[in-house]
């Protein structure tokens, strides 16, 4: 969910070796695709075409985020070049801050992956259903 869009429902994530592919549905039918490779996103969905990872996040996230930002969340790894990253049982939790820019909460614990940026109303939250 960003101010830009808003989807809530279940889909899919595919890792594979240089690219990262997200679908998500709502109400049972595709509502975005997204691949994601080393240097771009493009989108199946008819949102645009292809563009790089810091257009992307300027136009829909944040332009302060680092490139990697949603490939490094979408794959459960540490974001911002592992900046305050505390080990957790089962993961870890990541709390960052820049005054005016973000606000970030980003945990992964087991399964489950929630990232949350109050400056920028995002929330990503991924739950591996088994």
């Not at 960003?2 to 690219?19: C, E, L, M, N």
């Amino acid at each position: 969910k960003t101010p830009v869009f808003r989807y809530a429902d279940q889909g899919f994530i595919q890792k594979k070796a240089g690219a990262t592919k997200v679908e998500i549905y709502a109400n049972g039918s595709p509502a975005m695709k997204l691949e994601i490779s080393s240097s771009q996103i493009c989108s199946g969905s008819g949102l645009f075409s292809c563009m790089s990872k810091g257009e992307f996040n300027k136009r829909y996230l944040s332009p302060s985020y680092p490139d990697d930002t949603l490939e490094n969340i979408f794959q459960a790894k540490p974001i911002f070049a592992s900046s305050d990253l505390k080990q957790t049982g089962t993961g870890f939790i990541q709390m960052i801050n820049k005054d005016g820019e973000y606000k970030i909460r980003y945990s992964v614990s087991g399964t489950s992956i929630s990232f949350h940026d109050i400056t920028n109303r995002i929330t990503i939250r991924v739950r591996e259903n088994k």
